[in-house]
């Protein structure tokens, strides 16, 4: 087949070029930005861990939260951070990241707030309901319900108290 031929052939066809409206649908499973649910975190910081190009970062410059950054323009979509996220709060968008000069619509912020513990006012973030539920089921144990609040040190009083009421132990008759 000559090439006068080939280019007669495409030509009579027409125009193959999209509109701009008329988008190509994304697949299952696409990766676009990192999507994070500051209510769920807990700023483990496995995903900044994980995260190899330093697309996730975390700040602690106020003594009320610790923030949490991501930077799209690091990112390489590889899911790690998503992957071993172990409460759940990372997510992916299903969309691409948009096409501009401006890298602000690439960084996301949020802050990932402190409580003060039930039991001694130190700051601690606890782990969300649903990662409780998930872990214990749904009525939690009241054990484990009782200490949802408490900081680590506060916990491991508690758990300590617990065990030697369980063996006697303290309590001479």
């Known amino acids: 087949m000559s090439i006068f031929r080939i280019l007669s052939r495409n030509s009579a066809r027409g125009s193959r070029t999209r509109t701009p409206g008329d988008e190509v649908p994304y697949p299952l499973g696409?990766?676009?930005?990192i999507t994070h649910e500051a209510a769920r975190c807990t700023a483990c910081r496995v995903c900044s861990y994980v995260c190899s190009p330093n697309a996730i970062g975390f700040e602690e410059a106020d003594p009320q939260f610790v923030g949490w950054t991501y930077f799209a323009g690091r990112c390489t979509f590889c899911g790690r951070c998503v992957e071993y996220c172990p409460t759940r709060c990372l997510g992916f968008e299903d969309t691409m990241?948009?096409?501009?000069?401006?890298?602000?619509s690439h960084r996301v912020a949020h802050r990932v707030f402190y409580q003060p513990c039930a039991r001694c006012g130190r700051p601690v973030i606890p782990l969300p309901p649903q990662s409780l539920?998930?872990?214990?089921?749904d009525p939690m144990p009241?054990?484990?319900a009782a200490d949802v609040g408490l900081c680590e040190r506060c916990r491991g009083?508690?758990?300590?108290?617990r065990l030697k009421d369980m063996y006697g132990?303290?309590?001479?008759?």
């Open 30 to 33: 696409f990766r676009g930005m």
């Open 97 to 104: 990241p948009p096409v501009t000069t401006d890298q602000s």
């Open 133 to 137: 539920q998930a872990l214990y089921g």
């Open 142 to 144: 009241a054990g484990i």
């Open 157 to 161: 009083k508690t758990a300590a108290e």
């Open 169 to 173: 132990v303290g309590s001479h008759e």
